[in-house]
């Protein structure tokens, strides 16, 4: 969060490694300065890079408690994508609004790979739907 919005909203962060929110402005009770209210989450991201599954839950747990419109799991790509995505498919049945996963190669490979490839997925009736 950017030292503007640090002093903005009182928070040094908020409850998720991405937040994408509305705001709106009110005037203060006394000095009538304005003060920054949160209208809503649009977008709740987590992410978890380690290839374990276990890890990949612990951060996808969060999302489930979040009242965002959309949520994202960024997490890392594997060699069996069908696994690990029916391992978060439980997790995902228990989240309200839009639910995504992307799976992008680890941060370790960045400089590696002259093209960074992200595959990603939606959560439709129960399966895993490729967003194209």
Sequence with gaps: ?????????????LLFDVTVCGTRVTP??????????LTGNLWA????????S???????NK???SAAD???FVGPAVADEESFLAVLGPVADCCTGGVFVA??????????IPQLACRAWTRAGG???PVT
């Design 1 to 13: 969060m950017s030292s503007a919005h640090r002093r903005q909203l009182g928070l040094n962060e």
């Design 28 to 37: 203060s009770a006394v000095a009538g300065r304005s003060l920054t209210y």
């Design 45 to 52: 991201v987590e992410s978890e890079f380690a290839r374990d």
């Design 54 to 60: 276990r890890k990949a839950i612990f951060d996808f």
């Design 63 to 65: 999302l489930v408690l």
């Design 70 to 72: 959309q949520k994202l």
């Design 103 to 112: 799976l992008v190669p680890h941060p370790d490979e960045w400089d590696a």
């Design 127 to 129: 399966k895993w739907v």
